[in-house]
């Protein structure tokens, strides 16, 4: 398998409950990302690892947990979500972060609705 | 702050040729970049622009003007898969990607 791998695609959950997102990449990249997508708005960066190790954190709710164990894979643990927080997640991988054209590989993205 | 600004939605005719412009307001200027994303899945990389000018690339052209804070991408001879949101981003002073709201382009036979 090639690419930007995102586990589930789609998600309900209620506000109670904890949930992960999965993402896996199998691009030999050595930073990976988290973004949030909503209707008519601009992607959203919520976090960035670089050869695991959190680089970025843009002020994301403590209810948004990210986990990277190694450089291929990372996690979004997901806790006491609110109704606003519904929203299509985005995962990409770049070969590193910053300089260079460091084009973006996304996942087809995790669509969560929270109840 | 930041901003990039993009139609919200256009609508283009098979066969035809469609542009769509991206003004930027950005801390700084490392590069601009297109991303094609189709309903329901994820974005792809389109173009990347560093320098002022144009870039070809098969159907679609990007084109740059730093010194005006604007980019268009162009595409030719539109075909229906050609649906899809098209997104900008602007990479910063501290290469922070700045992105747009992307732009809707519905392709009519």
């Known amino acids: 398998e090639t690419g930007v791998t995102q586990t589930p695609r789609h998600l309900v959950m209620g506000m109670t409950n904890k949930k992960s997102l999965k993402c896996e990449q199998h691009?030999?990249?050595?930073?990976m990302y988290w973004y949030k997508q909503s209707a008519k708005k601009p992607l959203e960066l919520m976090f960035v690892?670089?050869?695991?190790?959190?680089?970025e954190n843009n002020s994301v709710p403590s209810r948004f947990s990210p986990e990277c164990p190694n450089s291929s894979h990372l996690f979004l643990h997901l806790h006491t979500l609110q109704p606003e927080d519904s929203a299509l997640y985005l995962c990409?991988?770049?070969?590193?972060?910053?300089?260079?054209?460091?084009?973006?590989?996304f996942g087809a993205g995790s669509r969560l609705t929270v109840l | 702050g930041q901003n990039i600004d993009q139609p919200t939605e256009m609508t283009a005719t098979e066969g035809a040729i469609v542009q769509i412009n991206c003004t930027y307001q950005t801390s700084g200027f490392n590069g601009l970049f297109w991303y094609q994303q189709h309903a329901g899945e994820a974005p792809t990389f389109l173009s990347y622009n560093v320098l002022d000018g144009l870039e070809e690339k098969g159907r679609f052209s990007s084109f740059l003007s730093r010194s005006k804070g604007y980019s268009y991408l162009l595409l030719k001879e539109l075909q229906m898969k050609d649906s899809a949101s098209y997104l900008c981003a602007v990479r910063d002073s501290n290469y922070q990607l700045i992105w747009g709201a992307g732009t809707k382009l519905i392709i009519k036979p």
């Open positions: 990409a991988s770049s070969q590193s972060v910053g300089s260079g054209a460091n084009v973006l590989t």
């Open positions: 691009l030999g990249h050595n930073a």
């Open positions: 690892y670089s050869l695991e190790e959190r680089v």
